[in-house]
């Protein structure tokens, strides 16, 4: 299942398959083909651009060199940025996994006797994605506007100032991350949870574990592969996210994430090489994150 | 870490008494458990036997706390556990599924259950456990890396080691090869006599239940048919059940017709079977009595008619089989179907053949009496509107269907 790519429990009780087979290269080259042509070579295209020098003839054009200056002149310019984008997208998935691992343990253990119920609310937590992405998140612009109720009833019992809103707050911005990929977060723990043999539970609590004992040596343990998934599935998104935190949507100038400097290098300002040099350091510094949190979670221990 | 909820600190002094008053489990659309009660000495070893389905299971949950009975009392060591939580209950269970951590090794398996209790030496006592299911050896494995009978052995000792006032084993031993089995009977037995710790065993394997326990309780459809010693089950069987569950029996079904004070004399389609009084359930009316096939005699030609034996025959033999020990022979007399009869291999000349004819007789102090009626619920719903020819026609009819089955 998908929703647990990032977890390896099933590999370790199967065969390894040891013959090497041409036929299995053979069927392995139209995924090799897209790799090399959708990923591998976008990527030495921005490695490329993001070493690039400006043209010292023609203003706003660059030329093919090894300027590696770009990336120190990026993380200087933009530290800010991007440790405000670690530290919301950190934010969004402690606040999503408080809000997805109670809601999935309740579709996937205590609604369990109830298949329709269950099935139910399992449509219930997907059916936002049948709505736009950027529609979802305008409308809570609209609910957080300054016109908006959620300010109105906030002014009128003196929490918010006259003329301030929430929107283009550090909540707002960190609200409308979570909100977003809770469902990210919550499918892959719900499909480890719904698998949980319950009469584990049973033989905790007869080997005198009380609930909260249980809940912590035998449920959290076993739906660590899907809280792992779901936690990588939502930082990683949510640190590169450009709609929560930019103007038009949630945010303000004061919640600019590294998204938004990477869009407006690109699309405004036309810097490619500093737009690259991030994209690539975004890039390497979630691959970094997630070997180290793969690593530590030491997949081993996962079963 | 530890809980103050849950028993603390040292193991069971002895084992403790455990008493089902009045329990009733039902699940939506069906009654598992009907008015159960049940007494369970401190110390004992006992079995409680009976087929697939009848609720076994559902009567260790009960006790254990992982189901709430619809009505009754469970008390343990003379305390009611009723309303007391699975974790805070001095009882252990060895589940049928194992239900073994799967995410544990095999040694924090087996020590769970003393660290949610605040024991020190835990890990050690675990091995110690290991060792007595002899699987020491594996401790840092995980459960999926055993095989199913190595995990039934872990489940065991991860309960076992916690040496509970009482311990639920729901069908411990049925994973296991003959050879292993035999020797963890031995094994559990010892553990239970040594520490003097409750056991209640539960399983559908008779033979088992008859060779370690101290008392045995047949079950079937969510009550207790019988209880008692496994000998005195066996020998005096109180209903068909039992007879036919706990080894194999011939039953006949008849009206009695005469009585004198220490026995009486049932007629069972035209054979005039004797049963004590003393051995009899019920003593008039339409009675069903039986005897077991090795307490019944063949002989090649009628015997003398002697008091104190009941005689069939004539008959044919219509199956032999040979197990080494002893010869089960089929034999079909009219009127009564097929009679079993196990025979001692104690000479080799007096084997008889398929399609000899033979008598059969056995001592009367052998027969007992059973307290169904006989024949239960397909005659007593059809009887009301037939005449009595009828009704000697439809006895005959389940007698033989009954003989058929067994
Ligand atoms: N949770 C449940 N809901 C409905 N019926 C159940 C439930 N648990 C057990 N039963 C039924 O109760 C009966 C007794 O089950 P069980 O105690 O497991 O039998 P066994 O003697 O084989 O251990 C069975 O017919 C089973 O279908
Ligand atoms: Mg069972």
């Known amino acids: 299942m998908a929703f647990t ?127 736009s992405f950027l ?29 301030e809103s929430i929107t283009g707050t550090t909540f707002s911005v960190v609200f409308g991350l979570t909100y977003n990929f809770i469902p990210f977060m919550t499918l892959p723990i719900y499909a480890t949870l719904v698998s949980l043999d319950l009469r584990l539970l049973e033989a905790g609590n007869d080997l005198y574990g009380s609930p909260a004992t249980t809940f912590r040596t035998v449920t959290l ?28 949507f949630l945010g303000s100038a004061d919640t600019t994430m590294i998204g938004n400097v990477i869009e407006t290098n690109f699309l405004v300002l036309q810097n490619f090489p500093a737009a690259a040099a991030l994209s690539l350091l975004l890039m390497g510094f979630i691959l970094v994150l997630v070997a180290v949190y793969v690593k530590r979670s030491g997949t081993e221990e996962l079963l | 870490m530890t809980n103050n909820d849950v028993p603390q600190g040292g193991f069971a002094e002895a084992g403790a008494d455990l008493e089902l008053v009045g329990i009733t489990k ?34 260790l949950r009960l006790i254990a706390g992982l189901e709430e009975p619809t009505a009754g009392r469970i008390l343990i060591g003379g305390k009611d556990v009723t309303a007391t939580k699975a974790y805070q209950r001095p009882v252990n269970t060895v589940f049928q599924s194992y239900a073994l951590f799967p995410h544990m090794t095999i040694l924090e398996n087996v020590a769970f259950g003393l660290k949610r209790r605040g024991i020190k030496n835990a890990d ?119 007879a036919k569950f706990l080894g194999q029996s011939n039953l006949f079904s008849g009206d009695v017709v005469s009585s004198s004070s220490t026995s009486m004399v049932v007629d069972a389609a035209g054979t005039k079977i004797e049963v004590p009084l003393a051995r009899a359930q019920r003593h008039s009316g339409h009675v069903t009595v039986g005897v077991r096939p090795e307490k019944v005699s063949l002989h090649d030609s009628e015997p003398k008619a002697a008091s104190g034996r009941n005689v069939i025959g004539p008959g044919r033999v219509t199956d032999v089989s040979f197990s080494g020990v002893s010869t089960q022979y089929e034999v079909t007399v009219p009127q009564h179907g097929a009679i079993t009869v196990f025979v001692q291999n104690t000479s080799i000349s007096s084997l008889h053949r398929d399609g000899d004819s033979v008598w059969l007789s056995w001592s009367v102090d052998h027969a007992f009496g059973l307290a169904d009626e006989a024949e239960g619920e397909p005659v007593s719903r059809f009887h009301a509107d037939l005449d009595t020819s009828m009704i000697a026609v439809q006895s005959r009819k389940d007698l033989e269907a009954e003989l058929e089955e067994a």
């Open chain 1, 221 to 248: 343990p076993l739906s660590a592969a899907g809280v792992m998934s779901g936690t990588l599935l939502t930082f990683i998104p949510a640190a590169g996210d450009y709609i929560n935190a930019s103007r038009e």
């Open chain 1, 5 to 131: 790519a990032f977890s390896s429990s099933t590999a370790a009780a199967e065969p390894v398959v040891r013959r090497k087979s041409r036929v299995a290269l053979f069927l392995l080259l139209p995924g090799i083909f897209y790799l090399i042509l959708f990923f591998v070579t976008p990527l030495i295209s921005l490695i490329i651009t993001s070493l690039q020098a400006p043209d010292p003839l023609i203003f706003g054009q660059f030329v093919n060199a090894f300027n590696w200056q770009n990336y120190a002149i990026v993380i200087e310019t933009y530290g800010e940025q991007a440790v405000r984008s670690a530290g919301y997208a950190a934010l969004a998935t402690f606040f999503a996994l408080l809000i997805g691992f109670p809601l999935a343990y309740f579709i996937g253990i205590t609604l369990r006797p109830y298949p329709l119920l269950q099935s139910l609310a399992l449509v219930l937590v997907i059916a936002p994605f049948f709505i």
């Open chain 1, 135 to 163: 529609l979802r998140t305008l409308a809570w612009k609209q609910i957080f506007s300054t016109e908006g109720p959620v300010s109105g009833i906030l002014s009128s019992i003196g929490i918010l100032g006259p003329g």
């Open chain 2, 124 to 242: 050690p006592l675990a091995h110690e456990a290991l060792r007595l299911v002899e699987l020491d050896h594996v401790a840092g494995r995980k459960p999926t890396q055993l095989s199913g009978g190595q995990q039934q052995r872990v489940a065991l000792a991860r309960a076992v080691v916690n040496r509970p006032a009482l311990l639920l084993l729901d069908e411990p031993l049925g994973a296991l090869d003959l050879k292993l089995r035999r020797q963890m009977q031995v094994e559990l037995k010892d553990i239970q006599s040594e520490v003097g710790l409750t056991f209640l065993h539960v399983t559908h394997d008779q033979e088992e239940a008859m060779t370690m326990a101290d008392t045995v309780a047949v079950m079937n459809k969510g009550r207790i048919e019988q209880m008692g010693a496994p000998q005195e089950l066996y020998e005096l069987p109180h209903t068909a059940f039992v």
């Open chain 2, 26 to 59: 039902r699940f939506p659309g069906f009654t598992a458990i009907e008015e159960l009660d049940l007494t369970i000495p401190a110390g004992s070893f006992f079995a409680l036997l009976g087929p697939s389905g009848c609720g076994k299971t559902t009567t």
